[in-house]
């Protein structure tokens, strides 16, 4: 399709309006950068979610760690006067059936938080549009040179943007870096997951956890199990329920509501963090790729990838938006350098990609370490996997 139009001309363009991508055009916009942020709309509720599907995104954690970052961008006070819910660590039944807990108490950061993820990015597209930034309803297609082509959300008219660099946040379809890089994938994770609505306002009872009545909820609870593993959390919308299993491995049943509560059930000690529900009232399981994703490079002349187009992680280290975070503020630095001086690209580009190689040894090393604890089902072909040295496949 031709695109249609005059063709306007700005600085950078950062396409995705996630963590990642509005960051990153708050700090291009502070810097004093004409910046077009791209919002496709994958972020927003749909206009009539009925009671069982309630408006959702997947990726609620933000960990302690994240407070001086969002303290440097001096988001710290906005995001915490917007009332998420408090996460005061986990709790997990990993290389035994034994519960053990994790909590944030002696943290040096604090305690962590369940986001409301459409909220939470919607107050950071917010933030970088009053610093600046220009939103705009729009999916990109493709960069050729210094056009970015981009199909226009209300009208579906596709048209084009003269842009000096362009930061890729588009997560894991990575639509600009994927024809610049070369994109590793780490395994076959795949998530079926459901939120089970509040049965009223105040949610069913739970057990007490070992710091007091409301621990139990405060924390996200992880439990290994035989050809997989789970995790349940409160969040806004009631209680989140996941299962990480390869797509392989993943029964077809657990498209089915019926089929995810009977694999629910078998578990130990999610299916008690599930009182007052029962098959008749489980959602329809939605799925979504879990694996991990490193795309190399992930800067070029006139790009770069941030959030999971760059680095996608596995959500057991619960360190996804924390990274998207750091990454989108560390691209936008970068596209800054780079149009405040044109002889620094390739040293600002070098930089921003040893950032990006020190954060992914840290998750192998991490990953390697958390999934090696886990050695009851020896047989297992999902541990099994784990447990041989990583051996990435082309995505």
């Given amino acids: 399709m031709r695109p249609s139009g005059p063709v306007d001309a700005v600085d950078a363009v950062v396409a ?3 963590p990642a991508g509005a960051v990153a055009a708050l700090v291009l916009a502070r810097a004093g950068h004409r910046v077009v942020l791209l919002d496709d709309g994958g972020h927003s509720p749909p206009r009539a979610a009925p009671p069982a599907r309630p408006a959702f995104k997947i990726g609620e954690f933000l960990p302690p760690a994240a407070r001086p970052l969002l303290g440097g961008l001096g988001l710290l006070d906005a995001f915490l006067a917007s ?4 996460s005061t660590g986990t709790y997990a039944a990993w290389g035994s059936e034994a519960l053990h807990g994790r909590s944030h108490l002696f943290d040096p950061y604090g305690h962590g938080w369940h986001l409301d993820r459409l909220r939470f990015d919607a107050f950071l597209r917010d933030t970088a549009v009053a610093a600046g930034a220009e939103l705009r309803q729009a999916t990109a297609l493709e960069r050729i040179d210094d056009r970015l082509i981009v199909r226009e959300r209300t009208t579906g008219a596709v048209a084009e943007l003269s842009v000096r660099w362009t930061v890729d946040a588009t997560g894991r379809r990575c639509v600009i870096g994927r024809r610049g890089g070369h994109r590793r994938r780490q395994d076959r994770l795949v998530a079926a997951y459901a939120v089970f609505p509040d049965r009223h306002p105040s949610g069913p009872a739970q057990p ?16 290994a199990a035989p050809h997989g593993w789970w995790y349940t959390t409160r969040i806004p919308a009631g209680r989140l329920v996941a299962h990480l299993t390869d797509a392989d491995l993943a029964d077809p049943s657990l498209r089915t509501p019926q089929g995810f509560w009977h694999a629910l059930s078998r578990t130990v000690h999610v299916r008690r963090r599930l009182t007052g529900h029962g098959p008749a009232a489980t959602p329809v399981p939605r799925w979504t790729p879990a694996h991990g994703l490193r795309l190399t490079p992930a800067a070029g002349p006139g790009w770069v ?3 999971d187009a760059a680095l996608a992680f596995d959500p057991l280290s619960s360190q996804g938006i924390l990274t998207a975070l750091h990454t989108g503020a560390r691209a936008g630095r970068a596209v800054a350098d780079c149009l405040a001086d044109g002889e620094r690209t390739r040293a600002s580009l070098a930089d921003y990609t040893a950032f990006l190689d020190g954060i992914a040894a840290a998750y192998r090393r991490n990953h390697a370490y958390a999934y090696g604890q886990e050695r009851r089902w020896p047989l297992s072909p999902f541990w099994g996997r784990r447990r041989t040295a990583d051996s990435p496949a082309a995505a």
């Fill in 305 to 307: 990838a941030a959030g």
């Fill in 83 to 86: 009332g998420h819910p408090v």
């Fill in 208 to 223: 007490a956890g070992p710091e007091g009545p409301g621990d139990a909820e405060a924390r996200t609870l992880v439990e």
């Fill in 16 to 18: 995705g309006g996630g």
